[in-house]
């Protein structure tokens, strides 16, 4: 990996005109982070900062390394980059880059190979290794310039990083080193400066967003998110994951404040006690059960989604089905499910992978049509009702937005709608997704 020092110089913008820069994100909501700081910073330094598809001279590529297809579609990107970018500088970083530097390097449409643990100098690195001359792309176009976080309307925030936990599975330890708190005070210029720019919602996002203090004084997440609420200006507040345990009334006593979204993302992983402990969880299922009984006690209306794993090693047929009916009684707004992935460096990967391909995808396969029925069903129960919906972009020739409680909706409309949270009366469902009527 690079080595890092020293302070990000600039392009002279007076010799040439200002060089371009796309960011590709992979994987978690802490990457869209991290990608987010990575365009003001390039800004700073004198770039552009275009869309993927845009002509660019620099073309980074963000990465995961989760599981294995993570791996690979961090290869097809970067590929990809240089087909479509045959003179750009193309860079990979994030976990992947992270975790395996000498593979990425291997290839030979990479240039840069950066680390998270230099993301904050991957500006100056780009700026090192072309020699302070880039040579702008002259396309004739007009291309405009787009904000961090790539013409989102959600702002991710990332208020942690790392994590203390060893679960047995999970690579992310390695990948993004142990826990560290950011200081409220410079969380809230973050979400000031997102508000100014006019991002309305804001996302609160980390590694384990609920070891959060651990390292400072007098403040956990509770506080943290009292503290933001108290101080900043943002219309909708959301938190992007916490676990099962960290679920209790103090916290949950902060969502009367109806800026903060009524989501809750809880990684399940699975349902049976036994998988839980071979995966170093630290709930078991009825705890988890406590915890959703909690949240819908105090917030009626709250979605709460879930990660699923299937196939994990000594994953009998009992303990899936204990996982099927945990999920089937518990009734998730969606689960994210995938198969189990061997990853090297987790000790998870010294465990004999004993159950077939075939089993995880039959596995997968039920509990993705069990989440899409009880998406379904989750959805229906707000038809009729009005949501505030946080209008993205306009698609054909409909508006689709995200409502407070994550119900993707699609609605006709004259209004110009980017970017604006209006009220929206849902009146049916179109798949996975509401159909709504704008107030």
Not at 193 to 220: N, P
């Amino acid at each position: 990996m690079v080595e890092s020092s020293g302070a990000i110089p600039m392009i002279d913008l007076e010799l040439q005109p200002m060089p371009r820069v796309a960011i590709e994100t992979h994987g978690c909501k802490l990457n869209q982070a991290d990608s987010g700081g990575l365009a003001t910073e390039f800004v700073q330094a004198g770039f552009e900062v275009v869309g993927e598809d845009m002509p660019a001279d620099v073309y980074v590529v963000n990465s995961c390394t989760v599981t294995h297809v993570a791996d690979s579609k961090a290869r097809q990107a970067l590929r990809s980059a240089r087909r479509r970018h045959p003179n750009a500088t193309i860079v990979a970083t994030g976990c992947y880059a992270q975790r395996t530097p000498e593979t990425l390097r291997q290839l030979n449409e990479v240039d840069l190979v950066v680390g998270n643990t230099e993301k904050t100098s991957l500006v100056r690195h780009v700026i090192d290794w072309t020699g302070d001359d880039i040579v702008p792309c002259a396309t004739g176009d007009d291309v405009q310039a787009i904000s961090p976080s790539a013409a989102r309307t959600r702002a991710m925030v990332k208020i942690q990083e790392g994590c203390n936990q060893v679960c047995a599975y999970c690579i992310v330890p390695k990948v993004r080193g142990r826990e560290r708190s950011i200081p409220p005070g410079e969380i809230v210029r973050t979400i000031d400066e997102y508000t100014t720019r006019g991002y309305k919602e804001v996302v609160l996002t980390g590694t384990q967003l609920g070891s959060y203090g651990f390292d400072l004084e007098e403040i956990d997440l509770t506080g943290l998110i009292r503290h933001v609420l108290d101080r900043c200006d943002m219309a909708r507040l959301r938190v992007s994951s916490l676990q099962a345990h960290e679920i209790d009334q103090r916290l949950l006593a902060l969502w009367s404040d109806d800026r903060l979204a009524p989501h809750f993302h809880l990684p399940l992983q699975s349902g049976s006690d036994a998988v839980l402990e071979r995966m170093r969880r630290r709930y078991d299922s009825n705890r988890f059960r406590n915890a959703v009984d909690a949240i819908r006690k105090a917030i009626p209306n709250a979605a709460v989604t879930t990660d699923v794993i299937a196939g994990f090693p000594g994953e009998a047929e009992g303990d899936f089905e204990q996982t099927y009916n945990l999920c089937r009684d518990v009734g998730f707004a969606s689960m994210h499910v995938f198969p189990y992935s061997s990853r090297p460096g987790t000790s998870a990967a010294h465990f004999r992978d004993d159950v077939p391909p075939k089993v995880k995808s039959e596995r997968v396969g039920r509990l993705i049509t069990l989440s899409q029925k009880q998406g379904t069903n989750y959805r229906s129960r707000f038809v009729g009702t009005s949501r505030r919906v946080l209008w993205e972009s306009r698609k054909a020739d409909k508006w689709v937005g995200l409502t407070d409680n994550y119900i993707r909706v699609a609605a006709h409309s004259e209004r110009e709608l980017a970017n604006e949270i209006t009220w929206a009366r849902i009146v049916g469902l179109n798949g996975q997704s509401a159909i709504a009527e704008v107030e």
